[in-house]
């Protein structure tokens, strides 16, 4: 039980979060978008996303920036918040047209104001859940998809309220956030979200 909590930390961490809605979004989305289209987004989202925030973990650990990829000071989420703010705000700028696919482009944008409440909150020493964050948020980014393209996506749901579950577990067993924390979390990964349905849904 005890890998398999440790588990959920790495398996849901939050960079794959972004990547993880603009597949699921690709996958079940009645509008024609043609393969080469999809590579090419879902390509730029994973170096943006995953493989640039890295790199720039191992560059910032070596400048001794940080101690950990888990980021347990408060004052070290600063500069890897700050850069997430920059990358996201490049997706929604270059790689999403607010006309074309209002979803996604609206999804990064809650991501956007998600990330950018978390690095508010480290100026006040505040810690917030990012897993917890980032996972809430995409749940309620495919619940809010099932309603709009009308399509039945109860297993994936509660698949992904499973991991809402299995992330607040990891997180409190390796002693890794407060319950406080894991709540704040989640709100600042679901409101974001929620106030941009105004504009797609």
């Not at 499973?162 to 577990?169: D, E």
Request: with cysteine; charged share 10%.
């Amino acid at each position: 039980m005890n890998h398999f909590l440790r588990l959920g930390a790495y398996a849901l961490h939050p960079l794959l979060m972004p990547f993880l809605g603009a597949a699921i979004y690709y996958s079940i989305t009645p509008r024609f978008v043609d393969v080469e289209t999809i590579q090419s987004k879902l390509l730029v989202i994973v170096i943006l996303t995953i493989l640039v925030p890295i790199v720039t973990y191992f560059l910032l650990k070596n400048l001794k920036l940080v101690q950990s990829i888990k980021l347990e000071g408060v004052s070290e989420r600063k500069i890897p918040l700050m850069l997430q703010c920059i990358l996201i705000f490049i997706i929604i700028r270059v790689v999403f047209d607010a006309y074309i696919t209002p979803e996604l482009y609206f999804f990064f944008v809650g991501v956007l104001f998600s990330s950018f409440s978390a690095l508010f909150l480290v100026i006040f020493k505040i810690k917030a859940s990012l897993h917890q964050m980032g996972i809430a948020g995409l749940t309620f980014f495919v619940i809010a998809l099932s309603v709009h393209f009308k399509i039945n996506m109860l297993f994936w749901i509660g698949l992904l309220l499973f991991a809402n579950g299995w992330v607040a577990s990891s997180r409190l067993h390796t002693l890794s956030h407060t319950k406080a924390e894991l709540l704040l979390g989640l709100f600042i990964g679901v409101i974001p979200q929620l106030l941009m349905l105004n504009f797609w849904l």
